[in-house]
């Protein structure tokens, strides 16, 4: 299909700045075969533009390149359903729902599977399953009636409902993804635009209000990001990077009480991640809970032994409690790594 | 002068360098008592020049220059310390330096 039968298709469908980004992330994923993202990306474009084909390849190419990559799984997953490949999309949804278990959208979805294939009583279970494990469910079923009384009601207002999220899942995706692409241009406002049409294609996706969220926290503006990512954070609490990137925003705004409970929140879901404990451990210092701040920069520390800032500041919160002996250790681990850092070489011979 | 804590330093950086021209993900940043300490690789994420090597590399210092003067202008921030695998500052400007593979 040549770029102006692409462009007709899109217009008909309303969707602007299409063609642009259509011909851009081509000529990317040319330039750059082995990146998944752009594969991923330039799928979703090729679903939307009414190529289930050449969609199906992409995603599958960057499967390929990394098999743990979640959305291109969920986009081809959903790509099946629109293709009415149920069992291929049967198995994908029911292999993300063993490893997440909990994840209520995945259950939402084998839910609207099942319901499209005719199998109503484990549509009906899968339905119920997404309402407890995903709190936003429960709400949006409540309001288009499919929830009433404890239970899920099938009925033609039902199938209207299921349909339209169902067809909805691509276009929310590919607005979410011009939203990206218009935030890394630094045109914040039009993907703000982007954002909030996904966002009201596909209302229980917490990922569009996150973006939203960080869109408005490069803008400055911070009280708008702090609502965006509480509301992406009622509808996944598991997600721990909105508690970080809350946590960041609350600092900017001096508001390090509130700070300190959200990167405790953050830690907390993502204790691997070396950056987190850093960041505990600046708000707990920065508090003269020196103890705490100490104990989360040596677990930074045991993340990633290179570390060189976490023990900079390890050495300096030792010197606090002088704790001489602990603080020329980490001094001198430091020098060994940047022999050149001055400000700490003046602090090793000062308590030397 | 009144020390402003780290975190708030932290999160001022943090911003800075997503709304710059920076590709941050090469970069690492942490601030102990209003010192700021930044490393990696210091890669521009989008040129503005005609692509030649001078161009670029001119871009690439004026960038630096404004870099480090927002950081030293956050409230609380007394000295920044850059450890950049790729660029140095000499008797102060900046110049590339042949980078270290980590």
Redesign the interface.
């Known amino acids: 299909m040549d770029s102006e039968e692409r462009n007709r298709g899109m217009k008909e469908k309303g969707i602007p700045l299409y063609r642009r980004i259509l011909v851009e992330v081509e000529k990317e994923t040319q330039i750059h075969p082995s990146y998944a993202d752009l594969q991923n990306q330039f799928g979703l474009l090729l679903v939307v533009q009414g190529d289930p084909e050449g969609a199906e390849s992409h995603f599958l190419e960057a499967l390929h390149l990394n098999p743990k990559y979640r959305e291109a799984t969920l986009n081809l997953g959903y790509l099946y359903i629109e293709m009415g490949r149920w069992k291929e999309a049967e198995d994908i949804f029911l292999s993300e729902a063993r490893r997440h278990p909990k994840d209520g959208f995945i259950q939402h979805v084998l839910g609207i599977l099942y319901f499209q294939i005719g199998k109503r009583k484990e549509a009906a279970l899968h339905l119920q399953k997404s309402i407890q494990f995903h709190p936003y469910c429960r709400v949006y079923y409540e309001k288009k009636g499919i929830w009433k009384r404890r239970t899920i009601h099938f009925d033609q207002k039902t199938e209207r409902v299921l349909k339209k999220i169902r067809l909805n899942y691509h276009y929310a995706h590919l607005h979410n993804s011009i939203g990206l692409y218009l935030a890394q241009e630094g045109k914040s406002n039009q993907a703000v635009q982007e954002f909030r049409k996904a966002a009201k294609l596909k209302p229980d996706d917490f990922l569009f209000h996150a973006n939203l969220g960080t869109v408005y926290?490069?803008q400055?503006t911070y009280q708008k990001a702090i609502q965006e990512y509480q509301q992406a954070l009622r509808m996944n609490p598991l997600y721990g990077m909105g508690y970080a990137n809350l946590s960041?925003?609350y600092?900017?705004m001096?508001r390090?009480r509130e700070?300190l409970q959200s990167m405790e929140k953050a830690v907390l879901l993502n204790p691997r991640y070396a950056d987190l404990h850093?960041?505990l451990a600046?708000?707990y210092?920065?508090r003269k809970r020196n103890r705490e701040a100490i104990h989360e920069l040596k677990k930074a520390l045991r993340i990633n032994s290179k570390y060189?800032?976490?023990r900079?500041?390890l050495g300096?919160l030792y010197e606090d409690q002088k704790k001489w002996k602990e603080a020329k250790r980490e001094y001198r681990k430091i020098l060994k790594i940047?022999p050149?850092?001055e400000?700490v070489r003046q602090r090793l011979e000062r308590i030397s | 002068m009144m020390l402003k804590?780290?975190?708030?330093i932290?999160?001022?950086i943090?911003?800075i360098l997503?709304?710059t021209n920076v590709d941050y993900s090469k970069i690492?940043?942490?601030?102990?008592?209003g010192?700021v300490?930044i490393?990696g690789a210091f890669k521009i994420s989008r040129y503005y020049t005609d692509g030649t090597s001078d161009s670029v590399q001119e871009f690439t210092r004026k960038t630096l220059v404004s870099l480090e003067k927002k950081i030293r202008t956050i409230p609380g921030v007394s000295?920044v310390?850059f450890?950049f695998r790729n660029w140095k500052k000499e008797k102060g400007r900046w110049i590339p330096k042949k980078e270290i593979e980590e």
């Open positions: 926290y490069h400055g960041y925003t600092g900017l001096g390090t700070a850093y960041n600046l708000l210092s920065d060189l800032f976490a900079v500041n300096v940047t050149e850092d400000y | 804590d780290d975190f708030v932290q999160s001022e943090r911003r997503v709304r690492n940043f942490g601030t102990v008592k010192i300490y490393q000295d310390n450890q």
